[in-house]
């Protein structure tokens, strides 16, 4: 799974899957954009890891929600590295409220945040990819895609149809080359999913997972490397689920 001449933009890179994903990627050879919204020095930090490794690299601060800020990412690779070959859209994330106490601006944000944003990065790197009948597009969704997700309805909304989206757009662009797949992770052991748990809830959740536990970011990025390489240039319009056996569609 060699991605030595490869440019890949990963975004949500500075921390948690985008970060242990951005790091892999370049571990298999590719430049790497490191895309972040908030966390400057975090972006700094995973960009120093890469030229470590002897690959090259930039941040590039954008809201993924914002058409301008997206084009301006990519126009930005493109200056920097010539292509782009490959896009991650890994930024994502909701807030726990019942739909009874959610409020028109919550649901819209969520949203956006998860579904407009991969709309808008596809777009933005579409036309260099159809230009050079090549590219890998992977979405970030998860299990809560499949599965019910309490209290987080728009959350779940906006992860299936970030399935329902890879789908037709992998249908769109297959005369191109172009994969666009989707991976799936259950719950993973980030930052932002800690949360305030207590430690007596998170091994709680822990033993729901058939293998034992729950997930960490360095378990996701092989994932997204194997779509992102061309050992899955036959592979297309697909759901990648690494969840340890928590879910089986």
Same mark, same amino acid.
């Given at each position: 799974?060699?991605?030595?001449?490869?440019?890949?933009?990963?975004?949500?890179?500075?921390?948690?899957?985008?970060?242990?994903?951005?790091?892999?990627?370049?571990?298999?050879?590719?430049?790497?954009?490191?895309?972040?919204?908030?966390?400057?020095? &975090?972006?700094?930090?995973?960009?120093?890891?890469?030229? #470590?490794? !002897?690959?090259? @690299?930039? =941040?590039?601060?954008?809201? *993924?929600?914002?058409?301008?800020?997206?084009?301006?990412?990519?126009?930005?690779?493109?200056?920097?590295?010539?292509?782009?070959?490959?896009?991650?859209?890994?930024?994502?994330?909701?807030?726990?409220?019942?739909?009874?106490?959610?409020?028109?601006?919550?649901?819209?944000?969520?949203?956006?945040?998860?579904?407009?944003?991969?709309?808008?990065?596809?777009?933005?790197?579409?036309?260099?990819?159809?230009?050079?009948?090549?590219?890998?597009?992977?979405?970030?969704?998860?299990?809560?895609?499949?599965?019910? &997700?309490?209290?987080?309805?728009?959350?779940?909304?906006? #992860?299936? !149809?970030?399935? @329902?989206? =890879?789908?037709?757009?992998? *249908?769109?662009?297959?005369?191109?080359?172009?994969?666009?797949?989707?991976?799936?992770?259950?719950?993973?052991?980030?930052?932002?999913?800690?949360?305030?748990?207590?430690?007596?809830?998170?091994?709680?959740?822990?033993?729901?997972?058939?293998?034992?536990?729950?997930?960490?970011?360095?378990?996701?990025?092989?994932?997204?490397?194997?779509?992102?390489?061309?050992?899955?240039?036959?592979?297309?319009?697909?759901?990648?689920?690494v969840n340890g056996g928590l879910v089986m569609p």
């Open positions: 799974m060699e991605l030595s001449g490869k440019v890949a933009i990963v975004t949500g890179a500075s921390r948690g899957i985008g970060r242990a994903t951005a790091l892999c990627l370049a571990e298999a050879g590719a430049n790497v954009v490191v895309n972040y919204r908030k966390g400057r020095e &975090a972006g700094q930090e995973v960009v120093e890891e890469i030229t #470590k490794r !002897g690959r090259n @690299a930039i =941040t590039a601060q954008a809201d *993924v929600t914002r058409s301008a800020e997206v084009e301006a990412m990519v126009e930005t690779a493109l200056r920097s590295f010539g292509r782009v070959d490959i896009l991650v859209n890994n930024a994502g994330g909701s807030l726990t409220r019942a739909v009874v106490d959610m409020d028109e601006k919550e649901w819209d944000d969520v949203i956006a945040f998860n579904l407009k944003s991969a709309f808008l990065c596809c777009k933005a790197v579409l036309p260099t990819m159809i230009r050079n009948r090549y590219g890998k597009i992977v979405n970030v969704s998860s299990n809560y895609g499949v599965t019910p &997700a309490n209290r987080r309805s728009h959350y779940s909304a906006a #992860k299936a !149809g970030l399935i @329902a989206f =890879t789908r037709s757009l992998a *249908v769109e662009v297959a005369p191109y080359h172009i994969n666009v797949n989707v991976l799936a992770p259950g719950p993973t052991d980030t930052p932002r999913w800690r949360g305030n748990r207590t430690e007596a809830e998170l091994a709680a959740r822990a033993r729901d997972v058939p293998w034992g536990r729950v997930g960490k970011p360095e378990d996701m990025a092989p994932a997204v490397l194997f779509l992102v390489s061309d050992a899955s240039s036959y592979i297309t319009g697909q759901q990648l689920h």
